[in-house]
């Protein structure tokens, strides 16, 4: 098993009993644990002394690691992990590190570089199989007493961080909120004419390009997802809309359509905030009718059963809904359902005929007609005028 972690991690594992010790896997050509006995017996001491597994920083940022085989105070036994830089260092930096560990002759050759949460993750995993005690990241990095070191690098990054973006206008908590206000009222074009604004003094996230915009899209995109619900969009459809445009985010190539990919999803999410608004300012008995036919579309559905269900006389209900819905609910039956089948034309590969059968039309030529009258051309010249590329390209 450590000779396995030892080949995954590229990273030296010894074991030391009784003076004499066992190389699991050899990386580097000179190693502080075997050449240096005094340095070796330093740290084995420094292991007895604390009831955690030993992490050592050395002053040239290389990490070194003793584990008991016990658990007792006193061992015969012990294994070593490193060493292991935490950056890469150069042929000057590696000059040094080699001459004050007492190295006499040979190649000065690169050190395995990790970032220090995976030396600690490396470390509990070797301690869990030799004393088979789980570790957490936290009674590590304190038994160790690395919480005040992390803390001050974080504080000296920090600074400097902050002296970067000095350089850089940032955009205001103001113009912030007016993009999120207009998300929330439904205005569309405003919304995304504010994220563009917006976009001339975004933060600087990241250094390189692609992972700054990806990362401005997410927040975009989950700060409008947020505001969109507080405009009255249902949790569960702007949840589905926001991964819809993240995932579509991923497939981005460069900058510029991870910006088209967020402005979509900034105009989208406003626009369905807009009609559910409409909706809202209708009578609640056509907004009844109105979710009862998105939810039944693919079944039979009678205006009387409708109007019986609501308690209302049907040629009542006809009226209310055509006056305030600009069509009769027949009407908007028929275009439920197109809208429907040109989804399932775009992102599915079902047949056409199977499709007008799927969403309730009586006969692929009335689907036929019916699509036409309100897409304004026929289902197969809109499956080949519309159906996205990575679909496409998946059925070659």
Known sequence: ????????????????????????????????????????????????EQNVPLIFLDSHDIVFACIRQDVGMKSDAYVMVGPVALKYKSRVELHYYYRDYGMKKG????????????????????????????YTYDQ??????????????????????????????????????????????????????????IDSSVGHMSKKVELQWSKTATVAI???????????????????????????????KNAGELVDCRNR???????????????????????????YIQKHYREKIHPGDLADSLELNPSYLSRIFSKEMGMSMQEYIVKERVRRAANMLMYSDLEIAKIGDYVNFPSQSYFGKMFKKYMHMTPGKYRNLYKPKEFTDNNK
């Open 1 to 48: 098993m450590l000779e396995r972690l030892c080949c995954f991690s590229g990273v030296d594992i010894l074991c030391f009993c009784m003076d004499k010790y066992f190389h699991y896997q050899e990386y580097v050509n000179f190693n502080p644990f075997k050449e240096n006995v005094e340095f070796r017996d330093s740290l084995m001491k420094a292991a007895d």
């Open 107 to 134: 190649t000065e050759r690169p050190l395995p570089v990790l970032h220090f949460t995976k030396i600690i993750e490396l470390v509990a995993l070797v301690a869990g199989i030799l004393t088979e005690t789980h």
């Open 140 to 197: 590590l990095i304190k038994g160790n007493h690395f919480d005040s070191y992390l803390e001050q690098i974080l504080e000296e990054e920090q600074k400097r961080f902050a002296i970067d973006q000095d350089c850089f206008a940032h955009h205001t908590y103001e113009e912030e909120r007016k993009l999120l206000n207009a998300v929330r009222e439904g205005r569309t074009e405003e919304a995304v004419k504010l994220s563009m604004v």
């Open 222 to 252: 989950a700060l409008c997802t947020r505001a969109a619900i507080e405009g009255g969009l249902s949790p569960t459809e702007a949840y589905q809309v926001s991964d819809f445009y993240e995932q579509k985010c991923d497939e981005c």
């Open 265 to 291: 999803a900034v105009y989208d999410l406003a626009q369905r905030v807009r009609k559910r608004r409409e909706i809202s300012a209708k009578s609640n008995y056509v907004e009844r009718c109105c979710d």
